[in-house]
T-cell receptor, first 116, second 113 residues
Framework: KAGVTQTPRYLIKTRGQQVTLSCSPI?????VSWYQQTPGQGLQFLFE???????NKGNFPGRFSGRQFSNSRSEMNVSTLELGDSALYLC???????????????FGPGTRLLVL | AQSVTQLGSHVSVSEGALVLLRCNYS??????LFWYVQYPNQGLQLLLK??????LVKGINGFEAEFKKSETSFHLTKPSAHMSDAAEYFC???????????FGSGTRLQVQP
């Protein structure tokens, strides 16, 4: 079974631009979560989508948004990029049952975003 | 609120020596606990997880961890380090009903020949 895939793997943008990152979960997985990893703040939860609905959101400004499609693929968008948005953005998928039974999250390789 | 503390941002061991990576958690409800490993330029790979079954959890690559409620700890161990174990290790916690993971700051393991 193919793992979680993320595109693109590397991205360079300038301040003020916007960016869209894509995540394809493992086949059959319905939940997709996004995390930001930086040297200073470590790994931080951004948001989680299940059945095309945002179920959970971390403590990030509204410039960070996401969505999930009917095939469970997910995108996240960052508008008006700032230098501090430079990070590795990780996507994780899990089977996820409606009642929130804990399922293992499987991570993709990440998209490394550099904002100049 | 939940949190994770990993003691020691860098740990260095000799090949063949015991590996001990420390993790303490704070959670208002019985938590789920995880250890992930990250190799350079890669995502996170699950080593093992605790979900309220056996307190001693065995994972991949010879790693294991013991859940100790009285000490709020979930330390990761491996009896004999291998060069390929050099990587960054993250302890994470989540609460039942919430899939969001809260991660510790990570411990970089160096294995000396």
């Amino acid at each position: 079974k193919a793992g979680v895939t993320q595109t693109p793997r590397y991205l360079i943008k300038t301040r003020g631009q916007q960016v869209t990152l894509s995540c394809s979960p493992i086949s059959g997985h319905r939940s997709v979560s996004w995390y930001q990893q930086t040297p200073g703040q470590g790994l931080q939860f951004l948001f989680e989508y299940f059945s095309e609905t945002q179920r959970n959101k971390g403590n990030f400004p509204g410039r960070f948004s996401g969505r999930q499609f009917s095939n469970s693929r997910s995108e996240m968008n960052v508008s008006t990029l700032e230098l501090g948005d430079s990070a590795l953005y990780l996507c994780a998928s899990s089977l996820a049952f409606e009642r929130g039974r804990q399922e293992t999250q499987y991570f993709g390789p990440g998209t490394r975003l550099l904002v100049l | 609120a939940q949190s994770v503390t990993q003691l020691g941002s860098h740990v260095s061991v000799s090949e063949g020596a015991l590996v001990l990576l420390r993790c303490n958690y704070s959670s208002s409800v019985p938590p789920y606990l995880f250890w992930y490993v990250q190799y350079p330029n890669q995502g996170l790979q699950l080593l093992l997880k605790y979900t309220s079954a056996a307190t001693l959890v065995k994972g991949i690559n010879g790693f294991e961890a013991e859940f100790k409620k009285s000490e709020t700890s979930f330390h990761l161990t491996k009896p004999s380090a291998h060069m390929s174990d050099a990587a960054e290790y993250f302890c994470a916690v989540s609460n039942p009903g919430r899939r969001a993971l809260t991660f510790g700051s990570g411990t970089r393991l160096q294995v000396q020949p």
